[in-house]
């Protein structure tokens, strides 16, 4: 009897694009956020691990 009146038909290439941006943009996003993060905190450990290793003598003032 009635057709349902929310369908209004095919997608334009267009839209179908806009959609999938919409639905996989935001995961996209959160994972280029999440790997430059862990690159960041991975360099922020090695400068970290370097400095630990360095004698107590470069880094203590002259005593005298």
Known sequence: MLR???HMGALHP???ALTLLLA???FVVLGVVVWLR???DG???DQE???A???PSRTA???G
């Open 14 to 16: 267009f839209e179908q």
């Open 24 to 26: 996989f943009g935001p």
């Open 49 to 51: 691990d370097s400095g």
């Open 38 to 40: 862990r690159r960041e």
């Open 43 to 45: 360099r922020a450990v």
């Open 53 to 55: 290793s360095e004698s």
């Open 61 to 63: 003032p002259p005593t």
């Open 4 to 6: 349902p009146l929310w």
